[in-house]
T-cell receptor, first 110, second 116 residues
Framework: SQKIEQNSEALNIQEGKTATLTCNYT??????LQWYRQDPGRGPVFLLLIRENEKEKRKERLKVTFDTTLKQSLFHITASQPADSATYLCALDRDDKIIFGKGTRLHILP | EAGVAQSPRYKIIEKRQSVAFWCNPISGHATLYWYQQILGQGPKLLIQ????????DSQLPKDRFSAERLKGVDSTLKIQPAKLEDSAVYLCASSYVGGPLWETQYFGPGTRLLVL
C-alpha cells in the first residue's frame, strides 16, 4: 500500500541555519507533491507544489526538490528563524486523492 | 478575503452520542473537503464535494458518518453514534475549482472533538 514517511517526528535547528526535511514515498509514482505548514490549533497552510517533471522549486527562503528515482522530496528553509517553528506536512496525489504524511515538527532554536 | 470558517472549535461528547460540525467555505469555492486528523497523524480525506455533489466519499465510515452540502455552499458533517476512536480534529478545506490536485486547498481552523 502507499506509504509516505517524513524523516523524523521532530527536528531542532539553530537559528540562521538551513533546515532540511525529508519526505519519502513507496509503491507509487505521484504526479505532484505538496508541502504544507501547520501551526498548533490551526489548519494546514499550502506552501509549495512541485510536479514530477520539475527537479526544484523555490519561494523566498523555501526550496523543494523532487527526485522521482529516489522517491524522495526534500524541503529546505534557509536562514531559518524561530517563526519558522511549526509542523511541516508533505502530501502527494494518488488515485485522484491527496495523501498526507504524518508531518515533521520543526523547532528553530534562538 | 475571509477564510474557511468552522464551528464549533471544540466539542466534548460521550460515546454513542451524536455530534455535528459546520463549515462555511471561501466564497466562490466550488469544492469542499472534510478531513479527519488524529493526533500525530496527517489529515485523512473523508469526503469531497463539487458544488453540492459528492465526488469522493470512499474513506467516509458511512455507518456512522454523514455529510451534506446543501445549495453548494455550507456543509455539515455528522457523527452518529460517536466512538472513542473518533476523537480527532475535523478539518474543512475548500478550493476554487477543485478536481486537479494542484489546486491550492484552503483549510479552516478545525473542530477538535473529544469522545469520552
Amino acid at each position: 500500500s502507499q506509504k509516505i514517511e517524513q524523516n523524523s517526528e521532530a527536528l531542532n535547528i539553530q537559528e540562521g541555519k538551513t533546515a532540511t526535511l525529508t519526505c519519502n514515498y513507496t509503491n507509487y509514482s505521484p504526479a505532484y507533491l505538496q508541502w504544507y505548514r501547520q501551526d498548533p490549533g490551526r489548519g494546514p497552510v499550502f506552501l509549495l507544489l512541485i510536479r514530477e517533471n520539475e527537479k526544484e522549486k523555490r519561494k523566498e527562503r523555501l526550496k523543494v526538490t523532487f527526485d522521482t528515482t529516489l522517491k524522495q522530496s526534500l524541503f529546505h528553509i534557509t536562514a531559518s528563524q524561530p517563526a519558522d517553528s511549526a509542523t511541516y506536512l508533505c502530501a502527494l496525489d494518488r488515485d485522484d486523492k491527496i495523501i498526507f504524511g504524518k508531518g515533521t515538527r520543526l523547532h528553530i532554536l534562538p | 478575503e475571509a477564510g474557511v470558517a468552522q464551528s464549533p472549535r471544540y466539542k466534548i461528547i460521550e460515546k454513542r452520542q451524536s455530534v455535528a460540525f459546520w463549515c462555511n467555505p471561501i466564497s466562490g469555492h466550488a469544492t469542499l473537503y472534510w478531513y479527519q486528523q488524529i493526533l500525530g497523524q496527517g489529515p485523512k480525506l473523508l469526503i469531497q464535494f463539487q458544488n453540492n455533489g459528492v465526488v469522493d466519499d470512499s474513506q467516509l465510515p458511512k455507518d456512522r458518518f454523514s455529510a451534506e452540502r446543501l445549495k453548494g455552499v455550507d456543509s455539515t458533517l455528522k457523527i452518529q453514534p460517536a466512538k472513542l476512536e473518533d476523537s480527532a480534529v475535523y478539518l474543512c478545506a475548500s478550493s476554487y475549482v477543485g478536481g486537479p490536485l494542484w489546486e491550492t486547498q484552503y483549510f479552516g481552523p478545525g473542530t477538535r472533538l473529544l469522545v469520552l
